[in-house]
């Protein structure tokens, strides 16, 4: 595992894309994102401080696809797993790739596919302050404690936990890793709004589903959505 690191770069996952002979976790890090992007193309700002960081993952032989819509999932809880044990806090997983703490956003992923591998950005709030307009949905570390971290450190727990996790994966052990996430599921028993799909809905939310599907119970019936599908908001 090799790291890289940039004061400033558009995108990680731009940049690291653009990179010949990257091996597989090699990691890209920047202290600043200009152009930094969410799902959905949404934009990523963030204040110094934040730890802003790609690599990649090569795509396995014998894993269709479909199974690989999974990876968001994985690269979630661990990213929840790595920050537990950089900071034990009351972490919850936001379907389908968020990490929550005290009901604020603590990090986002962004997953894209380049040929064989995926591509894996990730932002995690660590020692920056949150800006005024996005102080009310998102937080960081040391807002929570108060405390300076390395965040290289906190990078490479984060990756060498994904490492764990993704081989289980590629190993059959999906139903093991789903029961974990399924703990820590934030949307369980929330009221939610389902746009995207011609009306918008509300319903509560349930469990996430072996296919990594999201159920929803609206009225008396009980549906499941791919996160294609839909926009939530709580």
Known sequence: MKIFKYEELDSTNKFI?????????????????TAGRGRRGNPWTTELGAGL??????????????????????????????????????YKFKWTNDVYVQDKKISGILVEKMENKFVIGIGININNKMHSSVENIGISLREITEKEYSIDEVVIEVVEEFKKNYDKFINGKWEEILLEINKLNYLFGKRIKIS??????????GDILEDGRLEVYIGDIKKAFNIGEIHIAK
Not at 69 to 83: A, D, E, N, Q
Request: charged content about 30%.
């Open 17 to 33: 894309k653009s990179l010949d002979n990257l091996q597989e976790y090699d990691i890209v890090i920047a202290k600043k994102q």
């Open 53 to 90: 960081f790609s690599f990649l993952v090569e795509e396995k032989e014998g894993i269709s696809i479909e199974e690989y819509t999974k990876l968001p999932l994985i690269i979630g809880y661990s990213v929840l797993k790595g920050l537990k044990k950089i900071e034990n806090l009351d």
């Open 196 to 205: 995207g799909i011609g009306e918008i809905q509300e319903g509560i939310a």
